[in-house]
């Protein structure tokens, strides 16, 4: 991140994320804190390590949330991109991770949404996930309104819990995504009040879902074989990987994501195909 784009980003007249002001996450909330007092130093540097919560205001709670995007290099403004939903907790350096993220699956082919949830929360019941359903919905809206995105290539993703709330999220309301990417995803059984895990079996036939295990995590290889399988069998494709230490996400995981989705995109194939890897 330059001074030149922590400058910019905190002198925007108006509250709007373009290209133009950003290549990547730009807080909603890009109006600089109210008063004469100029930032500290201390306050500087957070925002450069990927800390915006001490340089921008927080949003009106009755107003609409703005969202956080992600723009590609080179962005063009008429071309329909493939839009990448990134799930994660809030908190210290979601700003930093989120184009991070992005940056590493592919710096031009993708726009990016970050939906910041309180991840355990999110793993409760089903209204828990349908109220954030709804404000995805809302998100995205917005941004559709203002920006070309290809209605039937959006991606929901999400690494680890992030990765299941992803997953929770797509077989709820697998009309609105194209596939789901939860490395490190896990579903150990019923959450309590939940409807049957794919009581939409007729949108999701076909629905493609990459899955992951990390090596250094004991068991999640087979729970995440199991889940491949249950899903397979409900119609989905299913991709399913492996990888070292979760707690450091290796390059290839990213590469991986962005091979995955061009293969959608690319390359027709069957409505039911098994793509688990032996």
């Given at each position: ?6 400058l ?16 990547a ?45 992600y ?19 809030p ?23 970050a ?15 349908n ?43 697998p009309q ?16 309590p ?5 794919l ?19 004991s068991?999640?290889?087979q ?14 494709r ?41």
């Amino acid at each position: 991140m330059t001074v030149r784009y922590v400058l910019d980003a905190a002198h925007l007249p108006s509250p709007a994320v373009t290209p133009a002001t950003a290549q990547a996450a730009v807080p909603a909330e890009s109006a600089p804190v109210s008063g004469s007092a100029a930032p500290s130093l201390d306050t500087w540097l957070e925002f450069v390590r990927g800390d915006s919560s001490a340089i921008f205001s927080a949003p009106p709670s009755t107003g609409p949330e703005t969202p956080v995007l992600y723009f590609p290099e080179h962005y063009e403004a008429r071309y329909a991109y493939p839009l990448i939903i990134w799930i994660q907790a809030p908190g210290r350096g979601a700003d930093a991770e989120f184009r991070q993220a992005m940056e590493s699956i592919s710096d031009r082919n993708y726009m990016g949404l970050a939906l910041r949830a309180p991840l355990e929360t999110a793993l409760g019941d089903a209204a828990t996930i349908n109220q954030l359903a709804e404000r995805l919905r809302a998100l995205v809206g917005l941004v559709r309104r203002k920006h070309a995105i290809h209605g039937e290539r959006i991606f929901v993703a999400g690494v680890g819990r992030a990765g299941t709330v992803a997953l929770r999220l797509a077989l709820a309301q697998p009309q609105w995504f194209a596939g789901a990417i939860a490395p490190g995803a896990e579903l150990a059984g019923p959450v309590p009040g939940d409807p049957p895990l794919l009581r939409n079996y007729r949108q999701l036939l076909g629905k493609r879902v990459m899955l992951a295990a990390f090596a250094n995590l004991s068991g999640q290889k087979q729970r995440t074989r199991t889940l491949g399988r249950l899903l397979h069998l409900g119609g989905l494709r299913v991709c399913e990987r492996g990888y070292g230490d979760s707690s450091r996400l290796p390059r290839s995981l990213y590469s991986d994501i962005d091979r995955w989705i061009m293969r959608e995109i690319y390359q027709h194939q069957a409505v039911v195909e098994d793509d688990v890897d032996e």
